[in-house]
């Protein structure tokens, strides 16, 4: 944001805060004011839109402060668009001053240290219904993408930030590489890199700010971001792979979900914030690739309600096709070719795997993006129930992504070589040659298929 943005910002909040500050004094009645209310600051967006007034009280609940700031929320814009000659006022949200708040809520944990064991060593297992709370709880966040990133991923980090920026609150996404060039529709001014964030967080002075890894929980898939990532005053994971295994501060889970973009919408509307069309597409992309565009067998009818609602909010879902699955380079095509060269069929026709080496694709230049939706193909040969495309990586690293079609539990055989994901697309990374991980697919691939 421009330093002029900022502050004509500053300038709007401060005179906020002084009609409030003199409402307070003089007008407002409420028995829930009876006590010592202070308006210690009033954050404001750039154009006016909305800003979050912050209190500090003695002798009186927050909770009645704030239901009372709400019960007087239409005098106060009101006065406010008098006061200062406006068309429209901002609208207002009213918040405990979150030094204190926040120093109340470690206070909280501090008294409560004694934990079961499970939950010391991999932090917190969190109900749906707990998170509102927990987000309320600051003013700053840290989005974080895995690494190889995907529409979900991004997607989800993307909507999440979107809606804590138009409520006036700073949120950035931190990747660890450029998005694909097939998410690019997604990609906004504060997806950045870690250089980049490391510098927003010196703006914050330290102060507390919120990290959440968005679709995994595994600290290795930070890679090169873990040092910001662990500097924040909680760390919070929002997922939904079943093999996920609880790693931050706080950990919400759910292996039910089609897609986290799926959960992160539930929580933008059950806490009440915003989801702009900018949000509505990114969330669009999350849903829409981690369901195969709703074939797979994670698709439930609460999927197709979070679409259909997400289309009412603006996704715009023509261009998500276009640029996701209607924008193919030649590069991706000869990619494939090299690809079926190489293509393995066996256990009685239900086992498929192919592989490309780090040469071949050079060769084609061909990236990581021409690579995707690989072993989707290999699914849907008839007969085949398992797929394997294996890629090598320029590191040497054989990556391999998995996919069944209606038993297999691809999950738990990514598992056998530290990996994870679904039921029935899941992924694993090898530091073993090519010929390696395909031998040792093969012979347990055609173990578990003769059971």
Sequence with gaps: ?????????????????????????????????????????????????????????????????????????GFIRNEIGRRLGIRRAPELRFKADEAEQYGRYIDGLLDGLELPDDEGANGKELDFSELPRII?????????????????????????????????????????EEPPRTLGLINASFVIREDDAEKQVSLWEEQPYLAITMDFTEPERLEGRVSIFENAAETLSIDHHITSKPHCDLNYIEPGAA???????????????PVTERAATALYVGVVTDTGRF??????????????????????????????????????????????NTLDIFADGRAALA????DTLEQLNAGEDETDGLSEL???????EVAV?????????????????????????????GGGGHVRAAGFTSGLTMEEVCAQLRENLAAALEQ
């Design 1 to 73: 944001m421009k330093k002029s943005q900022n502050h004509r910002g500053e300038k709007l909040g401060e005179e906020i805060r002084r009609i409030i500050s003199e409402l307070l004094a003089r007008e407002l009645k409420d028995p829930a004011f009876d006590g010592m209310i202070s308006i210690s600051c009033v954050k404001s967006t750039a154009d006016g839109s909305f800003a979050t007034v912050y209190f500090t009280s003695l002798g009186t609940d927050d909770a009645a402060v704030v239901a009372g700031f709400e019960n007087a929320k």
């Design 136 to 176: 309320d709880l600051y003013e700053r966040y840290l989005l974080f993408t895995h690494i190889h990133m995907d529409g979900d991923t991004l997607g989800a980090a993307v909507a999440f930030a979107d809606a804590m920026r138009e409520t006036g609150r700073e949120a950035w996404v931190v990747v660890g």
């Design 259 to 273: 897609a986290t973009s799926e959960i992160v919408y539930r929580l933008l509307r059950l806490a009440a914030l």
């Design 295 to 340: 074939q797979y067998s994670n698709t439930t009818p609460e999927t197709h309600r979070i679409a259909a609602e997400l289309l009412e909010a603006g996704a715009d879902f023509g261009l998500v096709y276009r640029d996701i699955y209607q924008s193919v380079k030649a590069e991706k095509l000869l990619a494939q070719g090299a690809m079926l």
């Design 355 to 358: 592989f490309v080496m780090a």
């Design 378 to 384: 290999l699914r849907s040969i008839t007969g085949v």
């Design 389 to 417: 495309f294996l890629r090598e990586r320029p590191d040497g690293k054989i990556k391999a992504s998995m996919r069944s079609k209606d038993w297999f539990d691809v999950a738990a055989l990514a598992e056998e070589f």
